[in-house]
């Protein structure tokens, strides 16, 4: 349970299953993360629990502690069950959480938990951010994903489809106690390169999300995706699981730098998906039969820089690009949140509490963190809900005294 | 090269496994099968009148993902005709006749029918008698089986009809469901019978169903008491066997054919060293069959080679002089636990059961690796390793987890023993799931040997 972001108490859940008490087991598991199924889907649990698990000091594999979870958690909602609120008062203080994606969930949940009173805004229709609209449909299906906002919707949080903007924001800032800022990343990088802005190249998000809700039917045969990390490899299986015929990754780097984890590339290769190491993209155009993608062959200089190789240029024939090489932060909204520091893109933010450098906001998820797991997500949302209600507390004691 | 033909109070077989009076002794055509396979004699399910039984008859305690820990059965006597098993153990011993076959035996108490029965039986060509003064259900509520078991008069009394006409060896078989065992055993003695065998089941309700509120076994909706058996009831086997094969009121003790959870060779060892001459099984075999015999020969014969010894006979009853009255142990002796860093993965088990369960001196305290020989350093160990906050790690990004001292187990998780408070109880090393982990060494007090009786008496002496 140290190794969790969450803390769930993991013996604690397994002994409850294994005394035939799932409902308890459940009720464990959400009580420390209230997305615990899509948690119990996602999370790379070889770098967390089951790669702390102490079978692996007896050479044996650990205890599957991410499918135990995943087998509370759907008896759980398979017997219709939903979480009750906690014995407390309820409290007037009204809190906006700015996205509905895994941070601002787990915030809204716990805070709700706690007495306050929470609405969710969102962009998107749906609410669950990526877990909804950004996970390999093979790892989570986006029915899960609301079925998990539901349950938090049912502990009486507010969901308001709307994106806020800089007038918004001062109306938020006017109407609730405080804020919390859970909106993610941004639009994914572009590829600075001649021919990117052509219809055929895709973002992998959009290109995700458009598979994940059924508006994305096919794919032409012949797909290219640039990049290596988790949302690359998940494009890349959606492209495969789309009908394409040929999906190729092209990462700049070589194999052992890849950001994506060792089970997604494992599993890429299972589908068939082909890698090419130290391959850079230089310029797309548009030929009769679709597009030629002109790449370098990049080697690494002494720093391990990437350096392209003169004369290397070949090209590779497509239909389609999809550039996976991460997100860009929300720069412009984050901006007009006054006082809120911004540091190298992300917001700044005290571990412990969320806090941001405008104390009437706090942050938490891949706004703060960058872009990492959903885990790492509820477990700020969460953190941040108690440093709101300490917050509010302290406020509320100088205002009566 | 091991011998295991045996001579028990008589009755001579090729080794000591018997098959117990139970289903798989049922009829001619299991028993031959069961010799095939290896067993060396079979008690028959006990004969007598036939009786109804109902359905269902078994249930099970499983633990911990192994099935049948412990059986329980609410199943009578024979329900075929007498002459129908007579016929059969004849063709028994008419196809096997080095074989074992001892005829399990229950009728009214009237003597008589009993000088009756024994005749039949022996006719047939039974190698020996066994009196089934055990059975806990159903038997007993019509005067028979633990009804006559838990009653050392009754026991002696029939036992004495059965001797009246008996050729072949005696062999009363005892109910564990009495407060002392050894009453019925030497009422046995005093009718002279040639030996004994225990234990039978152990009354027992195996569960109830959360559902129905019905306990197991379920019959139409109610259940009954059963009988015990199984890997769960071997320690009080032995130690009722003990009891027994130890007292020598009204006589030595007899041969005793010992029965309770044995299911391989290793638990026939130790009954043996208790003092049986033979083992008889039945749960393991109801689990798996008969073949489990075929490993019981070969192991036990093994062991025996290992060991130096030819015949059952050499190490029969060795460790019956290993037990004693408490009153006799050295209270000067002392163990203390010790963690080998080197093999602990670091889950703590040891730590819990020691502080919730035994004594408080296992603690979660180490900071730092060997300094000079064994970890004895300890400070504040908490801030290690246990961040408040903790984030998925990316490699390209975050550090590789702090490791602390030589071990492939991070120092901070090994626990570590306080010689000083360890009163060596054992309870870590039964708990640590890893093999020759926790052991426990004996640290000399440099006293002498003296026994609770030794101190006891020579302070009445000083007193005197």
Redesign the interface.
């Known amino acids: 349970m140290?190794?969790?972001?969450t803390?769930i108490d993991v013996p604690r859940f397994i002994k409850k299953i294994a005394s035939g008490n799932v409902t308890g087991s459940a009720k464990t598991i959400l009580e420390a993360n209230v997305l615990g199924a899509s948690c119990s889907r996602v999370?790379?649990v070889e770098?967390?629990c089951e790669g702390s698990c102490?079978?692996?000091?007896?050479n044996e594999k650990p205890i599957e502690i991410g499918r135990l979870q995943r087998f509370a958690m759907e008896t759980f909602y398979a017997a219709g069950g939903k979480l009750t609120l906690r014995s407390r008062d309820e409290r007037a203080e009204r809190v906006a959480c700015i996205g509905a994606g895994p941070a601002s969930l787990a915030c809204a949940a716990e805070l709700r938990q706690l007495g306050f009173q929470v609405r969710a805004f969102d962009r998107r229709a749906l609410p669950g951010g990526l877990n909804t609209y950004g996970v390999a449909e093979y790892k989570l299906r986006a029915a899960d994903s609301l079925r998990e906002a539901a349950m938090v919707r049912g502990l009486g949080v507010e969901f308001e489809n709307r994106e806020i903007d800089a007038a918004g924001l001062e109306e938020l800032e006017r109407e609730f106690d405080a804020v919390f800022l859970g909106l993610g990343l941004g639009a994914m990088h572009r590829l600075a390169v001649e021919g990117a802005m052509s219809s055929s190249v895709i973002d992998a998000l959009d290109f995700i999300a458009g598979y994940k809700t059924g508006t994305r039917l096919k794919v032409a045969p012949r797909v290219v995706v640039v990049g290596a990390g988790n949302t690359a490899i998940d494009a890349a299986c959606a492209a495969k699981r789309l009908g394409a015929k040929d999906v190729t990754i092209l990462y700049r780097r070589r194999r052992e730098?890849i950001?994506a984890f060792q089970f997604e590339y494992d599993h890429a290769v299972r589908e068939g998906v082909v890698f090419r190491w130290e391959t850079l993209p230089k310029a797309f155009a548009a030929t009769e039969r679709g597009m030629a993608l002109t790449c370098v062959t990049v080697s690494q200089d002494a720093a391990g820089m990437p350096v392209p190789m003169a004369g290397s240029e070949f090209t590779i024939e497509c239909d389609v690009v999809i550039p996976a090489i991460g997100q860009s932060p929300l720069l412009e909204l984050l901006s007009q949140a006054k006082g809120v520091a911004i540091e190298h893109g992300r917001v700044a933010i005290d571990?412990?509490t969320g806090q941001t450098t405008n104390p009437k906001y706090f942050a938490g998820g891949d706004c703060v963190?960058g872009g990492?797991?959903v885990?790492?997500a509820v477990?700020d949302g969460k953190?941040a809900a108690l440093g709101i209600a300490a917050w509010l507390g302290k406020r509320m004691e100088a205002h009566v005294g | 090269m091991a011998d295991l033909t045996t001579n028990f109070a008589g009755i001579r077989c090729p080794n000591p496994f018997w098959l117990a009076s139970a289903p798989p002794t049922n009829c001619g055509e299991q028993v031959m099968r069961a010799f095939d396979a290896g067993w060396g004699g079979a008690v028959w399910k006990t004969i007598g009148d036939p009786i109804t039984n109902v359905s269902s008859r078994y249930s099970s305690v499983d633990w911990n993902a192994q099935r049948m820990m412990g059986l329980n059965n609410i199943e009578l006597i024979s329900d075929r005709p007498i002459e129908v098993n007579l016929r059969e153990i004849a063709e028994v011993k008419r196809l096997y006749p080095k074989h074992a076959v001892i005829a399990s035996l229950m009728v009214e108490s009237k003597r008589e029918t009993w000088h009756e029965m024994v005749k039949r039986a022996e006719g047939a060509g039974a190698d020996g008698l066994e009196l089934n003064f055990g059975c806990p259900h159903g038997m007993s509520e019509r005067g028979m089986g633990s009804a006559v078991g838990q009653v050392p008069e009754y026991a002696q009394m029939i036992t004495e009809w059965v001797k009246e006409a008996a050729r072949t060896p005696v062999l009363v078989k005892l109910t564990p469901n009495i407060t002392d065992i050894r009453i019925v055993a030497r009422a046995a003695k005093r009718a002279r019978a040639d030996g004994l065998s225990a234990i039978n089941t152990i009354n027992s309700i195996t569960g109830i169903d959360l559902d129905t509120f019905e306990p197991r076994p379920n019959v139409d909706g109610k259940s009954s008491h059963g009988g015990y058996c199984g890997p769960a009831v071997k320690p009080i086997a032995l130690n009722m066997i003990q009891q027994v094969n130890s007292d020598t009121v009204d006589g030595p003790p007899l041969p005793m054919s010992g029965i309770g959870g044995v299911g391989n060779w290793r638990d026939a060892a130790e009954f043996i060293l208790m003092g049986c001459g033979t083992v008889q099984v039945c749960t393991a075999a109801m689990h798996y069959g008969y073949r489990i015999v075929e490993d019981m020969i070969d192991g036990l014969s093994n062991w025996m080679d290992e060991k130096g010894f030819v015949t059952v006979d050499d190490f029969r009853g060795k460790s019956l002089a290993k037990v004693t009255e408490w009153k006799h142990l050295n209270l000067n002796y002392r163990i203390v636990a010790q963690i080998d860093e080197a093999l602990c993965i670091g889950c703590q088990l040891c730590h819990i059961a020691c502080w919730d369960g035994a004594h408080q001196c296992i603690h979660l305290d180490r900071v730092s690796g060997p300094v000079d020989g064994h970890v004895e350093v300890h400070a504040k160990p908490r801030e290690l390793g246990r961040e408040k906050i903790v984030v998925t790690p990316i490699p390209k990004l975050d550090p590789p987890k702090l490791h602390v001292g030589p071990y492939a187990t991070s120092l901070e998780r090994i626990p570590r023993v306080d010689e000083t408070e360890c009163v060596g109880c054992n309870l870590c090393s039964l708990v640590c799931p890893v093999d020759k982990c926790i052991t426990m060494a004996e640290r000399p007090t440099g006293l002498s040997p003296e026994t609770w009786a030794e101190r006891t008496s020579a302070v009445v002496e000083r007193a005197g």
């Open positions: 140290g190794a969790c972001p803390h999370c790379p770098v967390l102490v079978m692996h000091g007896k730098n950001s571990r412990a963190n990492r797991e885990v790492d477990a953190r």
